[in-house]
C-alpha cells in the first residue's frame, strides 16, 4: 500500500497533540475524499466499559456459546458495580463511587433476564443505606428520568405484572424520596434543565396510573412519585408561548438554560418549610438517640398536630412516618404514640366516609397512601426493633389479643393484628372501598415478614404467630382483591436468588429478593434534623490555662528559671492525659461488646444476689414469728389447762394480791 503524505503548512502556531489529529484528519477528508482513512487512537478499549452497544448486543443475542460469554462479561460487570456501590460498608469507602455505581447499575438494567434484576437489587440496597450528598442530585435525576421511562413505555404495555415492575416501583419510591429530601434542604435551585425533563416523564407517568389499580404496593409508589414531583417542579413554571416564540426564532430549539428572557423561569421567591408533625416527630427522634427525658413532653406536643394527616399535601406526613418509625424502632413510647396516630386517623376517616351526604367528596380527601405506607413502616418495626417486645408489640398491639374483639366495628388499636380484624360497617354506604388498601397492604407485608424471618432461629415464634395470622385471613377473606395481595407477595419472594444479599446473611435459609428498607428512614431523620434543627452538641474547644503575665519581680529572675523550666517539661504520658487522649488505642467492638456483656452479667448477678437476699431475711423473719406465735400458743393452752384444774388465774410462782399485801403487814 503505497505511503501518502500530505503537505501542511502550519500556520497557527503551536499544536496541541489532539488539535493536530483532528487537522490531519480534516486534510485527509479533503485531499482524499474516496478513501475513509480514520487515525487510530492509542487509547485501549476498556473490555468491562459498559455501553449502549453492549446492551444491545447482550439483548440481540440468539447464539448460546454467545449469550454465555455475554452473560459472564454482564456478571463481571456486576460484581465491580456491587464493589463500587459499597453494599458491605453502608455506600462508605475509598473503593465507594456511587454516580458511576447507580449509572451503571441503572444501565444493566435495561438488559433481559437475571441482569436485570440483579441490577435493579444493587439499585435497591444502595439507595436504601446510601448517605445522602447534594452531589447525588444529577445521577439521581437521569435514575427518576430512566425509571419513569421504564414504567410508562415497557411495563405500563405489558399485559401481566412482572417483578421487575415492583423493582422499579420501589427504586423509583427510593430516589423521588431522596430528591424530595434535598428539595426540602434546598439542593435542587440550580437544577432546572433537570426538572424540565422531569415534568414531562412525569406527565406520562400520570397517564399510565390506571394500569397499577388492583396493586396498591406499586399505586402508592406511583402516586408518591407524582406528588413528589408535583413539589419538585412546583417552583419552576414555563411560559408557553414564550416557548413557542423562541422555536420560530431559532431552527435548532431551544436551550433552556439561556438566559434570554423569552424563556424564562419564574421561581417562587420562598423558603421551604415543613409541617409540624414533620418537625415534631424529628424532635422525638433527636430526643430517642439522646436519651432525653423530655421525650414524654415532645410526645404529647406531637399528638397535638394529629389533624396534619389530613392535610392535602401528605407527603411531609410521610416523611413525619418514617422518622418516627425509626424512633419507635428503639422505644416503646415512640411506637405506642405512632400506632395512636394511625388509629386516630383511620378512624376519622372512616366516619367522614359514613355520612351519606359526602361520602364522596370526603372519599377524594382520604389519602390512602399514608395508611399504606405505614404498613410498611410497621413491618420494619417487626423486622428491624431493637428489642423482642418492640417487635412483638408491632404485630399484636398493646391490648389482650387472645380474645376476638367484640366490636370488629370499632379499630382498637393500629397493629397488625388489630388492623386484621378491623371491619368497617357494612350497609349500602359501607366503607370497604376505602379500607381494602390498607388491608391489601397488611396482608402483603405479612408475607413479606415470613419470607424474611424464614430459617431465623431466635424469632421462630414470631414467624409461627405470622403464619397462623396469614392462614386464617386466607380461609375467611372473601375480597379477591386482598387475595391477589398474597399471590404477588409470594410471587416477589420466590423470584430469582439475590447474590448480594443471600452471602451476608445470618439466617441459614435468607431471603431471595431485597423486599424491605431498613435504612432509608434514618437517612432522611439525620438529612432533615441537621437542616430543621439545631445542634444538640456545639462544637466547644477544649479549655486551656489562662496565660499569666510575668510580674516585674519575676521578670528580674526569669533568667535564674530558664534552666529550670527546660528541665521541668511535662512527659508525653502527662500531655496525653492532659488533652485527654488515651494512652492506649481504643477497643474494637467485640471487646466493647465483651466488657458490656460482662457489666450486664455483674450487675444481674448483683440484683440476683440482693433478691436472695432480702428474700433470705424475709423467710428468717417468717420463721422467728412463727416461733414466737408458737410460743404464745403453747404457753396460754398451759395456762387454760392450770385454771380447769387448780381454779387459779395466775401465773406458776406468782403469789395472789392478797397474799402479797398480808405477807407485808406482818
Not at 20 to 35: A, T
Request: hydrophobic share 35%.
Amino acid at each position: 500500500m503505497p505511503v501518502i503524505k500530505v503537505p501542511v503548512i502550519h500556520r497557527f502556531g503551536i499544536l496541541s497533540n489532539r488539535q493536530h489529529k483532528e487537522l490531519q484528519k480534516e486534510l485527509l477528508r479533503k485531499y482524499l475524499p474516496s478513501h475513509s482513512y480514520e487515525i487510530h487512537s492509542d487509547k485501549t478499549i476498556n473490555p468491562l466499559e459498559i455501553t449502549e452497544k453492549f446492551i444491545q448486543k447482550f439483548n440481540d443475542a440468539t447464539n448460546p456459546q454467545d449469550k454465555e460469554d455475554l452473560l459472564e462479561l454482564a456478571k463481571k460487570m456486576l460484581a465491580r458495580c456491587k464493589r463500587r456501590s459499597g453494599l458491605g460498608t453502608l455506600g462508605s469507602g475509598k473503593h465507594v463511587d456511587l454516580p458511576v455505581a447507580w449509572t451503571e447499575a441503572i444501565i444493566l438494567a435495561q438488559c433481559k433476564g437475571e441482569i436485570q434484576e440483579e441490577a435493579l437489587d444493587i439499585l435497591l440496597i444502595s439507595l436504601d443505606h446510601a448517605p445522602m450528598h447534594p452531589e447525588h442530585v444529577p445521577i439521581l435525576f437521569f435514575i427518576a428520568e430512566s425509571i419513569l421511562y421504564r414504567i410508562c413505555c415497557d411495563a405500563a404495555q405489558k399485559s401481566y405484572l412482572y417483578s421487575s415492575e415492583i423493582k422499579l416501583s420501589k427504586v423509583g419510591f427510593l430516589v423521588f424520596l431522596r430528591l424530595l429530601v434535598f428539595h426540602l434542604c434546598g439542593h435542587l435551585e440550580s437544577s432546572g434543565e433537570h426538572t424540565y425533563r422531569l415534568h414531562t416523564d412525569l406527565k406520562a407517568l400520570s397517564a399510565c396510573e390506571v394500569c397499577y389499580h388492583p396493586y396498591p404496593n406499586i399505586l402508592s409508589a406511583v402516586h408518591f412519585m407524582l406528588k413528589a414531583g408535583e413539589i419538585i417542579c412546583g417552583a419552576v413554571v414555563f411560559s408557553d408561548v414564550s416557548l413557542e416564540e423562541r422555536r420560530k426564532q431559532s431552527p435548532f430549539g431551544v436551550s433552556f438554560l439561556d438566559s434570554d428572557p423569552s424563556v424564562h423561569l419564574k421561581l417562587e421567591q420562598k423558603e421551604n418549610t415543613i409541617q409540624h408533625f414533620l418537625w415534631h416527630s424529628l424532635v422525638v427522634w433527636i430526643c430517642v438517640h439522646n436519651h432525653s427525658s423530655r421525650l414524654d413532653e415532645v410526645l404529647q406536643h406531637l399528638l397535638f398536630y394529629k389533624e396534619e394527616l389530613h392535610q392535602k399535601n401528605w407527603l411531609d406526613s410521610v416523611l413525619g412516618l418514617l422518622v418516627l418509625g425509626e424512633a419507635a424502632k428503639l422505644n416503646l413510647s415512640c411506637l405506642k404514640v405512632l400506632m395512636d396516630l394511625v388509629r386516630d386517623f383511620i378512624s376519622s376517616s372512616v366516619s367522614l366516609q359514613k355520612q351519606k351526604d359526602n361520602c364522596m367528596k370526603n372519599l377524594s380527601s382520604w389519602h390512602w397512601e399514608i395508611g399504606y405506607i405505614y404498613t410498611t413502616v410497621l413491618r420494619d418495626i417487626c423486622l428491624s426493633g431493637i428489642t423482642s417486645d418492640l417487635q412483638k408489640t408491632a404485630f399484636l398491639g398493646f391490648c389482650d389479643c387472645t380474645k376476638p374483639s367484640k366490636h370488629p366495628e370499632e379499630l382498637s388499636g393500629a397493629s397488625f393484628f388489630d388492623l386484621l380484624q378491623y371491619s368497617p360497617s357494612h350497609g349500602p354506604h359501607d366503607c370497604e372501598e376505602l379500607f381494602w388498601v390498607i388491608r391489601y397492604g397488611v396482608v402483603y407485608n405479612l408475607v413479606v415478614m415470613c419470607n424474611e424471618l424464614c430459617g431465623d432461629v431466635s424469632r421462630e415464634g414470631l414467624r409461627n404467630a405470622v403464619w397462623k395470622a396469614l392462614q386464617k385471613q386466607k380461609n375467611n377473606e372473601k375480597d379477591s382483591r386482598i387475595l391477589e395481595a398474597i399471590r404477588v407477595a409470594e410471587a416477589e419472594a420466590n423470584g430469582p436468588a439475590n447474590p448480594f444479599i443471600s452471602s451476608s446473611a445470618n439466617a441459614p435459609s435468607s431471603p431471595r429478593t431485597l423486599t424491605s428498607c431498613q435504612y432509608v428512614g434514618w437517612r432522611v431523620a439525620s438529612v432533615l434534623s441537621q437542616v430543621y434543627l439545631p445542634p444538640i452538641d456545639p462544637n466547644i474547644p477544649l479549655p486551656s490555662k489562662p496565660k499569666q503575665k510575668l510580674s516585674p519581680m519575676q521578670y528580674q529572675h526569669s533568667g535564674r528559671c530558664e534552666v529550670e523550666k527546660r528541665t521541668a517539661l511535662p512527659s508525653l504520658r502527662e500531655e496525653l492525659l492532659q488533652a485527654r487522649i488515651p494512652i492506649y488505642p481504643y477497643p474494637d467492638i467485640l471487646t466493647r461488646t465483651d466488657r458490656e456483656l460482662k457489666k450486664i452479667i455483674e450487675d444481674q448477678w448483683q440484683k440476683e444476689l440482693q433478691i436472695r437476699l432480702k428474700e433470705e431475711e424475709e423467710l428468717l423473719e417468717k420463721e422467728l414469728q412463727e416461733k414466737q406465735r408458737k410460743e404464745e400458743e403453747h404457753f396460754r393452752e398451759i395456762m387454760k389447762r392450770r385454771e380447769e384444774k387448780l381454779h387459779k388465774k395466775t401465773k406458776p410462782y406468782e403469789l395472789p394480791v392478797k397474799h402479797k399485801d398480808e405477807d407485808l403487814i406482818q
